[in-house]
C-alpha cells in the first residue's frame, strides 16, 4: 500500500539521516489530485508521534470530491 505525506516536513540531512521538523505548510493550503482509475484513499490528520506540529493535536481537514 502506498503511502504520501502531503504536509509534514521531513528533511534529508546531509549525513543521509532523516529529520521530523516544523512544518512549512500554513492554514489554506490545498492539494489538487486527480484520480485516473477507481482508488480507495484513506485520509489523516493525525500527527506523527515524535512531531509537535499543531501542538501534538490534530487540526480540522476540508475534503472535497468532485465526480467527473
Known amino acids: 500500500v502506498a503511502n504520501i505525506n502531503l504536509f509534514m516536513y521531513v528533511p534529508v540531512e546531509n549525513n543521509g539521516d532523516i529529520a521530523i521538523a516544523p512544518g512549512v505548510s500554513k492554514a489554506g493550503d490545498y492539494v489538487d489530485l486527480r484520480a485516473e482509475i477507481d482508488v480507495l484513499a484513506v485520509l ?4 506523527e508521534a515524535l512531531n509537535n506540529a499543531a ?8 475534503v472535497i470530491v468532485y465526480t467527473l
Open 44 to 47: 489523516s490528520n493525525c500527527p
Open 55 to 62: 501542538g501534538g493535536a490534530p487540526t480540522p481537514i476540508r
